[in-house]
């Protein structure tokens, strides 16, 4: 009967074809082995797709990932951490000063003086031998050069917010006259210098310069208004640090056109052109003018003082060429967009990014992989392996399973499987001290833990060193405040707080909270009650919970806990500050700037010190890190900084983790020496714990090579 | 016919209208705004998180919202928030990722429910029947991720050869046909493990009503004519119990954009429940409501589908 | 559950007692002859005794069993590995002696843990069939007994009103929503007062408008239904998880409301032909109101398939919850569920395969015998099926 034959066949020949399948698939060892090509690919396993490939735009770990790879910027970090130059050969910083000369203060011993009376004054200061303080010194030894720009009348035109709503800003016109004013030019940045200065030109030259005095407005302006405006317009000191690039000769983009200043120049304009909603303004901001002085030369002068902003020249550098306003404008009409509203953003661009880094793209298969190949006119010689391969795969035992197949060279390996393999013969292991750490944050704002003693205690009674030893496996070190671990701001000498229960329940009572009869903490008949918070899909964070919460359970605080969703859990709890305690983590850059989390001008809502941490002496110091450019003095200040958030425990610092990395011993260093003979090395992570710092010489080989075992 | 086609069409919109309407007030009235900048850098400041909402609209009334959303959605103008990208290609190109898992897996469902179903159906309460009933139930209860790790594991450990993708990773460089086996492959195990269910539960449909079939007098009668057993079950009752079936065809068609979340991570299959599940968490507004959106659609067109087919078969249904 | 409907029975018809005691009988024979559904059902009663227990013995400052306790020097220790007496304080010590399912990745107790967990589970099954059998029970029964019943234009103006001016009170402009609200409430008291009035008056013949027919309540709950349905439901599920806190109630609460579609669409149908039966017809005929009808005869007929289908769908609730656990939206920490310790076991499946395995297999088995005892009743119960052995 033909139904139920059909009925019968029809199945087993679907499965038969389907099953038939698995003799036409190589199997792992054809794959790897069988390959030779295969060993010049290196394929990287990542959880998350990228999102968008511009260095200008972009904000997630897996696009800059490729974006390291794809584009170069003018300086990176070295072995030990100290700027190296990319695509700049080399650059010089020097500080502009600037002030007005203030005819209404009397300089000690000269009185009231013009302009070419103080530069007379300040050269001879500069060469007498009277015995000054040595700050005042070496501010005055610093200055290079004193030149003198005559007084200037020109008219300003600000927009002030008109006081109806929904109507346009309303334009007020200034009228200036601006008094002489001296320019001094320094060999290195000094944030010392006016107050330096003021020592000799008396306390208050520089304070009570009347900028009020040199303007008018056409308009009748409120008295306040009018003194913010004559301040921001003639501003009685000012102090722009200067920076030059000088570029690397001959360096191609993947397209084959050369890079020059241009270039750098329209990567500033992207960040800040406000249609490009980029991610790195606020890192910019405080430029001023960015100049071409040749094709070769960038001149960049900054409002301020702002010593993160040499590092901040790392960003990839975008190829003008291709999207200048009116390239920009031939893609919108070929696409059949309106031009007018076309902006960087939705550039194919950035699903096929051009920069001049040591990988040019090829292939970006979404949610699949991102393939890129080696760019054979990189500057510094091609990489070896000649592919790179990004692989999404979102689940971490799958990555783990392709990785034992083979099949992807490195993952996001776990602590826990780091010390399975270790001991493998197969494999080699690394790890290496972050940029970050986990820490319980309080809320200050909130009661009990406004309580320096309670927030000692609730640390006291956390044993950390359990915690990394079991949780990570080892893989973790304590840390005592803000700064990366491995860099010279950490301050090596606060001693991390000893695990004491018993010290916590002391210190407790002194804040008056004691146990009740049925072991709960007790203050004025009220328990000791909180609820701690983290964000759910952090295995880590979620371990850690469960750990503190069992932890102060033990002696007498009733905690309750929750996970939330990552968006709910930033957006409705930290950025409004709605939350008792929350487990949490930074990753950090290398710049000791500290600003926005430890500031208290950055306590509101939607800002990052949702602790709500305040602290004068910590203010200045944070201010004073970020306005210096000498590298010691940063390091002292930090230390000082360090100590006083040790003491001031508005976090318990947990641990800094260590990141691990498992790669097959195949995979070497393969270098040339000068000779020509090629030197096989084996990987080893530098001293600040960058494993893949020579990445761009790694190499497959066939079979894992012995070497000395010195390495 | 004509009536019931135009007055069908007509609920159908004014369904659609309704859903539009829920699914975009549930996703605005959540906690948890869309950005594409990551609040807790340090280099993103509140203006920043302010302007993105401005370019998104998030600062207009949620009415003027609604209608500039579904306006983009029909003049094809809208782009997801996460990267630019306009959602009707990202959504089109992960359909085609999630169709051949589909194929497969509603091919397997339906060949493999009718020969089970039926054979347990004739031996009601024997070996077999029981066998089959604890095997599709055994399926369908065990996590669907827990059966997942098992398959891979298993399938990994014995035979060697990769499952996770959609096709082993790094071959170029051979001929069509392994490498259309090589696909086929792929989507061995994650269709298996998506069509269990179905299996299952069709398997069961198609034996309680052949159950039913088999009670009714024209049945009977066949038997009692003296036909052979087979020419009873095969011609008289099958086809009138396949008759039911007939009109889930038009079930089936909502199936076409839905993919599992889990299944499609754990084989890293780059298709559509992904992507929406990604941009749930990433508050990717345009994607969740346009694939939603379509989802819908997809829904009542196979409910309208599937009466127009009831109608087309069954004689007795006139509406 | 054949109890339940026995006794239902008895209020039902009265009938004889013998009868009953047949019916039970038969019922229960079988149930006997159907063995996987009876394997089903002993599994299910052991379950049930399980969770209890998990819930006497894990809970309290105080546990037998302490599911939460840390122990992290004793993490990853497999099935029945006794514990290492000296760097243990006495209350760690499990009770039982040994770790009678191994440890987790903090030396918690997995044995606790899976006690803790069936309760918890148990419970998420439970409450979230339970709302959404309610809630279809309730939709259901009113669109099929109340269905011919048409929505007037002023319901609509009144419910409108009423949901404007709890939004606008609800986000934050509570003066303007409490001034709809009072135009609102003056509207309904007017439309009385008017219709009162007018009974005799021909002034307000144009009200008529007001009263027009627009939908019938039925049609009404058809499209609510239509409308739910067209969510894909684990989708939806996801984005409220994923958008409310997670706790406890939320994951049962929004489990169950996205899952009464069936129950309601089935209830109605079943209320529309019982609405047609004799009895139903003779109750009505001597005034016996509407609930009456309703409580005491039309729901007893209708619920016995309503709940076997609920014990199916208590097993899809607990796979449901161990997905969303995969994923990283279940049951929030401190509360074990099966479905979290599994997914969180899943990471040390090469490490320690039993934190995989034991909830893995513990779902299988509890899932498995809720499909096997609920499909088995629903043969029983099924009386074409029944009369042909």
């Known amino acids: 009967m033909t139904i139920r034959r059909v009925l019968i066949y029809a199945p087993i020949f679907v499965i038969v074809f389907l099953l038939q399948s698995y003799f036409w698939v190589p199997t792992y060892e054809e794959q790897s082995r069988g390959n030779p090509d295969r060993l010049n690919e290196y394929i990287a396993a990542s959880i998350g797709d990228a999102q968008i ?450 010290g916590a329940l002391m210190l407790l009572k002194e804040a008056g909270w004691e146990r009740n009869a049925k072991g709960w903490l007790e203050k004025d008949g009220k328990r000791l009650q909180f609820t701690l918070i983290t964000n759910s899909g952090n295995d880590l964070r979620k371990s850690i919970l469960a750990i503190t919460q069992e932890a102060w359970k033990q002696i007498g605080i009733d905690v309750r806990t929750d996970l939330l969703e990552w968006a709910v859990f930033i957006q409705e709890r930290v950025d409004k500050a709605d939350f008792d305690a929350l487990i949490l983590g930074w990753s950090m850059g290398i710049e000791p700037d500290l600003y926005q989390i430890w500031h208290s001008s950055q306590d509101n809502p939607y800002q990052l010190n949702f602790v709500g941490y305040n602290n004068p002496i910590a203010d200045d110091l944070i201010v004073k890190i970020r306005k210096e450019y000498d590298h010691n003095k940063q390091v002292g200040f930090c230390h000082r900084l360090h100590d006083i958030i040790a003491k001031d425990q508005p976090y318990t610092f947990l641990y800094v983790p260590k990141w691990t990395a498992v790669l097959d011993k195949k995979i070497v260093i393969k270098e040339t020496d000068l000779k020509g003979t090629i030197v096989y090395k084996k990987i080893k992570p530098t001293k600040t714990g960058s494993y893949t710092f020579h990445f761009n010489k790694w190499i497959k080989l066939p079979e894992a090579p012995d070497f000395d075992p010195e390495g | 016919m004509l009536s019931f086609i135009g007055r069908s069409v007509i609920q159908k919109i004014v369904t659609l209208f309704f859903v539009s309407i829920v699914s975009f007030l549930i996703i605005h009235m959540a906690p948890g705004k869309p950005s594409q900048v990551d609040p807790l850098n340090p280099k993103f400041t509140p203006e920043m998180v302010e302007r993105f909402r401005k370019e998104f609209h998030l600062d207009k009334p949620l009415y003027t919202q609604y209608f500039y959303f579904y306006h983009d959605l029909f003049t094809g103008k809208t782009v997801s928030w996460k990267d630019n990208q306009p959602v009707l290609a990202k959504i089109f190109e992960r359909f085609l990722n999630s169709l051949p898992l589909f194929i497969v897996g509603t091919i397997l469902t339906w060949t493999l429910s009718f020969p089970v179903g039926i054979r347990s159906a004739l031996h009601r309460g024997g070996l077999y029947d029981r066998s089959a009933t604890f095997f599709s139930y055994l399926f369908i209860s065990i996590p669907g991720f827990f059966f997942a790790y098992i398959l891979i594991i298993f399938v990994v450990n014995s035979f060697h050869v990769p499952v996770i993708g959609m096709e082993t990773f790094g071959l170029e460089s051979l001929s069509w046909q392994r490498m259309f086996m090589d696909r086929i492959w792929h989507l061995l195990i994650p269709s298996i493990l998506g069509a269990t269910g179905g299996i299952a539960v069709l398997s069961r449909y198609v034996r309680s009503q052949m159950l039913e079939v088999e009670g009714q007098d024209y049945v009977r009668t066949a038997k009692a004519k003296g036909l052979t057993a087979e020419q009873v079950h095969y011609k008289h009752a099958l086809r009138n119990a396949l008759l039911p079936f007939v009109t889930m065809f038009g079930l089936i068609l909502p199936g076409l954009i839905g993919g599992s979340v889990i299944i499609e991570s754990i084989f890293s299959w780059p298709g559509m429940g992904r992507m929406a599940y990604e941009a749930i968490l990433a508050r990717d507004y345009p994607i969740i409501l346009t694939v939603n959106f379509i989802s819908a659609v997809l829904v009542l067109g196979g409910t309208f589908v599937s009466d127009l087919l009831y109608m087309v078969v069954d004689p007795r249904i006139r509406l | 559950m054949e109890n339940n409907k026995s006794n239902i029975d008895m209020e039902l018809e009265t009938p004889v007692v013998g009868q009953v005691k047949s019916r039970k009988r038969e019922l229960l024979r079988l149930l006997k002859e159907n063995k996987l559904a009876f394997i089903g059902l002993i599994i299910f009663v052991i379950f049930f005794i399980t969770a209890l227990l998990g819930l006497l013995l894990t809970s309290g400052k105080e546990p037998v069993f302490d599911p939460s306790m840390v122990r992290l020097q004793e993490k ?193 149908a079943e209320f529309l032909s019982l609405r047609e039966q004799d009895f139903v017809t003779a109750a009505r005929a001597l005034g016996v109101n509407d609930y009456r009808i309703i409580f005491r005869h039309m729901i007893p007929n209708a619920i016995a398939p309503v709940l076997v289908s609920a014990t199916i769908g208590i097993a899809t609730a607990i796979l449901t919850e161990a997905g969303l656990s995969f994923l990283g939206f279940g049951v929030p920490p401190p509360n074990a569920t099966w479905g979290n310790i599994l997914s969180d076991g899943k990471r040390f499946i090469f490490d320690a395969p039993w934190l995989t395995f034991i909830p893995g297999f513990a779902i299988l088995l509890v899932v498995l015998s809720f499909n096997l005892f609920g499909e088995g009743l629903r043969d029983i119960m099924n009386p074409k099926l029944r009369e042909r052995h």
Request: net charge neutral.
């Open chain 1, 53 to 502: 490939l511009n260095p200008v735009l972009s904000s997630d770990s897996a696009s800059s990932q490729i974006e390291s790879m794809v584009f170069e910027g003018l300086l990176d970090r070295d072995e030990n951490l100290s700027f190296r130059g990319r695509l700049a050969q080399s650059w010089e910083i020097f500080e502009e000063a600037f002030f007005y000369v203030n005819d209404s203060s009397i300089i000690p011993g000269v009185g009231v003086a013009d302009a070419d009376q103080i530069i007379r004054f300040l050269k001879k200061e500069q060469h007498s031998k009277i015995y000054k303080d040595s700050s005042l010194n070496a501010s005055l030894n610093n200055i290079k050069d004193i030149s003198f720009i005559p007084s200037d009348e020109f008219v300003v035109t600000k927009h002030a917010e008109s006081p109806v709503k929904d109507q346009k800003y309303k334009e007020i016109k200034i009228q200036v006259s601006a008094p002489a004013r001296l320019k001094l030019t320094l060999a290195r940045v000094d944030q010392d210098l006016f107050q330096n200065l003021a020592k000799i030109l008396g306390d208050d030259f520089f304070n009570s310069f009347q900028a009020e005095k040199y303007i008018n407005t056409f308009q009748p302006l409120e008295e306040e208004q009018f003194s913010q405006y004559a301040k921001e317009i003639l501003p009685s000191t000012e102090q722009n640090p200067v920076l030059i690039f000088h570029l690397r000769p001959n360096v191609r983009f993947h397209d084959g056109h050369l890079l020059d200043a241009y270039d750098v120049k329209f990567t500033y304009d992207a960040i800040i052109n406000p249609k490009n909603l980029s991610p790195r303004i606020s890192d910019y901001e405080p430029i001023k003018t960015i100049e071409v002085n040749d094709p070769m030369t960038v001149r960049i002068v900054y409002k301020r003082l702002y010593s993160p902003a040499v590092g901040t020249w790392a960003i990839g550098i975008l190829p003008e060429h291709l999207l200048n306003r009116q390239s920009l404008r031939q893609e919108a009409i070929d696409a059949g967009r309106d031009p007018n509203n076309f902006s960087m953003r939705e550039s194919s661009f950035n699903r096929h990014p051009i920069g001049c880094g040591p990988y040019k793209f090829r292939e970006w298969k979404p949610d699949q992989y991102i393939s890129l190949d080696c760019f054979d006119d990189y500057w510094e010689g091609s990489p070896n392996y000649k592919q790179y391969i990004y692989r999404i795969i979102p689940d971490l035992l799958t990555q783990e399973m392709e990785f034992y197949a083979g099949t992807v060279d490195s993952y996001g390996v776990q602590p826990h499987q780091v010390k399975r393999l270790k001991n493998d013969p197969a494999y080699q292991s690394f790890s290496g001290l972050s940029f970050g750490y986990t820490y319980i944050g309080y809320n200050m704002r909130r009661a009990p833990f406004n309580d320096v003693r309670v927030r000692m205690a609730l640390g006291m009674a956390i044993d950390v060193e359990k915690i990394i030893k079991y949780v990570l496996y080892g893989e973790g070190e304590r840390i005592t405040g803000p700064f990366a671990k491995q860099t010279d701001y950490y301050n090596h000498s606060i001693k991390p707080i000893s695990y004491d229960p018993e």
């Open chain 3, 76 to 268: 990853l220790l497999p099935p029945l590995a006794s514990p290492h007496l000296e760097s243990l304080r006495p209350h760690e010590v499990p009770k039982t002696g040994v770790y009678v399912f191994g440890t987790d990745d903090l030396g918690r107790d997995v044995f606790a843990r899976m006690l803790q967990g069936a309760w918890v589970s148990l419970t998420v099954g439970f409450v979230a069939v339970g709302i959404a059998v309610l809630v279809g029970l309730f939709m259901g029964g009113i669109a099929g007994y109340f269905g011919q019943k048409y929505i007037g234009l002023d319901h609509i103006i009144v419910v409108l009103l009423f949901s404007t001016g709890a939004t606008l009170s609800l986000t934050g402009k509570s003066f303007t929503g409490f001034i709809v609200i009072v135009i609102d409430l003056a509207f309904v008291f007017s439309l009385a007062l008017i219709r009162w009035k007018s009974r005799k008056s021909r002034y307000f013949k144009w009200l008529d408008l007001l009263r027009k027919k627009t939908l019938s309540i039925d049609t009404l709950i058809m499209r609510v239904v239509d409308i739910m349905l067209c969510f894909p439901s684990f989708f939806l599920i996801l984005t409220v998880v994923a958008l409310l806190p997670a706790s406890i109630y939320n994951i049962m609460i929004v489990i169950g409301l996205t899952s009464w579609m069936g129950t309601t669409r089935f209830v109605r």
